[in-house]
Each structure stands twice: as C-alpha cells, then as structure tokens.
C-alpha cells in the first residue's frame, strides 16, 4: 500500500546493514534473529547460485583477487570491507572480444527453478519480496570496462560501448521476466548516475544511453506481470532525473539521501506520483548525531516524506559499522513511536 501512495496503519521499513553491524545487532539482540528484531517488511531475491566455475584470471595481471560470475574482479582489504577494482573488459578493443567474454549464465533455467518458492515464502510471512536487478546497466558496464573507458566509447562512437550495453540488458531482461513470472512484488532497479550535487552526466547522455535499456528491461517485467512495482535506486542528487523516471514507470525511488535531495521539495513536487524509500542519512546524523538527533531525524523524515503515505522507511544505504548501537537502536525505537497513522 505504500508503495502505491496508500495510507497503510503503519510506516513499513527496509533495512540494509554491513555485515559487521549485522554481527554486533546479533550479540545484541540475542537469540532473536535479526529479521525479527529489525521488523523487515522486504526481503530480496535473486536467481539461485551459478554452477560455473569461470576462471577469469586471464583478464588480470595480478593474482591476489577475487571476482565474482560477471568477473569483476576486487582485492578487498584485511576486514573484507572496502576493495580496489579492476576491469576485466578494460583493455577489449574490438566488439569480438566484447562478444567472446564469459558472461554470466543468466538465461540457464537452472538459475530460477525454486524462485516461484522462496517468493511464495516470503509471501507466507506477510512480507514482500523484491527482485533485485541493482547495477542493472552503466554501473555493471563501468566495473566491467572501466568508466574511462566506457565513457570513451560511448563519446566517440565506438561500437563496444553499446554492444556491452546492450549484452548486458540481454541478461537483465531474462532475469526480470523471471521474477515477473515469480509473482515477485518489486522489480529493483537503478544505477547510481549522480553524485553529491549533481548528475555524473548531462540528461541527453543518459536519456540517449541508460535510459532505453531501462526501459527494456522495466517492460520485459510489466508484459508478464503489468502491476509489478518498480523501484530505481540511485545515490546522489537525482533530482533532474525524476521526471524521466515516472514516465518511463518507476513507482518507488530510493534512498533519497537527505544529504544530497530537498525532502520536503520532492515530496511536494513529485509525492502524488511517486512513493519513496530510505531517507535516513548514513553520512550524517545516524552515524555521527546523538540518539535524540537520530529520534528527531527520524520523526522529521516520516513527517515529510511519509505525509498521507508512500514511504518505505530506512537508512539512504547499507548502515555501516561507524554507526554506534545506541543510534542503531534509536532509529529502531522512533520508526515504532513515529511510523504510524
């Protein structure tokens, strides 16, 4: 009902947490298991794990990396946390080598047998689930090619820039109809395009490039499955973005980080056509204010954002491990005091 700019009884809630947060939470809170403690209304899909073994080794010069089934290829520091990138596809010079890589196996059946059943027991819970396509196109090209190069190609009309584009909304269609079929609740998508106070590119860029092969993959869902919601992450100042999003279908738009987007502007700008998710600061008050200032941000965004309904609350990103329990805990406790109607 939020997501469709319904009033439901309450504010539901999303809530993405690093990994070190979801350890110190579960020594908190015990036995109880964190969806329980954290009261999650939304719970992701995927397509079940590859069975390949790819080796992409030939891609990298350097032999202390791991990479994941597209190859993109991370040397993670000494808590697994942050990483160093590198681009498989960043020295492919011809649309063959482009073709000849060892992409995902995405269209192998295999990948979604029991998806109808793990969406069936989310839907048992009385949850959501949402299928997630996050990176859905320039975020997976650039951490292919890398975006130099990938900017390069698509500025002076190299043919490889939008036949990787393309390759890979191929397999982001597969996987959307997929979830369609599924019966999955939210189609996520988006690709974070903007930083803190603007676009990383100008409209016409991004309506010429990004925005048809979302488009494809947005109606490759609503063909099987036309009230499917759609959900579009980007980080940053989106602003200029929005109306293209609500007319190309996008009902939820994600994370609003306040650091970056005018709450109460978008709200009243665009809050009858759109509903919202997030919006609580991970670069601000959750890790660096006190718990009566994460109270009172708390209070301040459902008042706005959440006014007359259409929001899913939650922090603008994963909560990291800067943010102190006692913060952690205060969000918790003002979503449950503020978050109804």
Not at 216 to 241: M, T
Request: net charge negative.
């Amino acid at each position: 009902m939020a997501a469709r700019r319904g009033v439901p009884d309450r504010v539901p809630r999303t809530m993405p947490i690093e990994r070190g947060v979801a350890a110190m939470l579960s020594e908190h809170f015990g036995p109880t298991s964190l969806d329980q403690a954290l009261r999650m209304d939304l719970f992701g899909v995927g397509p079940s794990p590859t069975v390949r073994e790819t080796d992409f080794s030939r891609y990298f010069e350097r032999r202390d990396m791991t990479w994941d089934e597209w190859g993109r290829g991370r040397v993670w520091d000494d808590e697994d946390h942050y990483a160093e990138y590198f681009y498989p596809l960043e020295k492919a010079d011809t649309v063959d080598e482009i073709l000849a890589y060892p992409w995902p196996d995405l269209d192998a059946s295999y990948r979604y047998e029991d998806l109808a059943e793990r969406v069936s027991g989310i839907h048992a819970r009385g949850k959501a689930a949402q299928g997630h396509l996050a990176e859905t196109v320039f975020e997976m090209a650039w951490e292919l090619r890398s975006m130099d190069r990938l900017f390069e190609d698509l500025i002076l009309g190299n043919e490889t820039g939008p036949v990787l584009l393309d390759t890979i909304t191929d397999r982001r269609v597969t996987t959307a109809e997929a979830y369609a079929l599924a019966d999955v609740d939210i189609l996520h998508v988006g690709d974070d395009v903007a930083m803190q106070e603007r676009l990383m590119m100008s409209k016409g860029f991004w309506r010429q490039w990004l925005r048809p092969r979302l488009v494809r993959v947005i109606e490759a869902a609503r063909a099987i499955k036309p009230d499917i919601l759609v959900w579009y992450h980007s980080d940053g100042k989106i602003d200029d973005l929005v109306p293209d999003l609500i007319e190309i279908g996008v009902d939820i738009l994600n994370p609003v980080q306040p650091e970056c987007v005018d709450h109460r502007w978008i709200k009243a700008t665009y809050g009858d056509r759109l509903a919202f998710s997030g919006g609580l600061g991970v670069q601000s008050v959750l890790p660096f204010g006190t718990p009566d200032e994460v109270r009172h941000h708390v209070r301040e965004t459902i008042e706005t954002l959440g006014a007359g309904g259409g929001l899913i609350v939650g922090p603008s990103h994963v909560i990291e491990r800067d943010t102190p329990l006692e913060n952690i805990l205060a969000m918790l406790e003002a979503i449950d005091v503020y978050g109804v109607y």
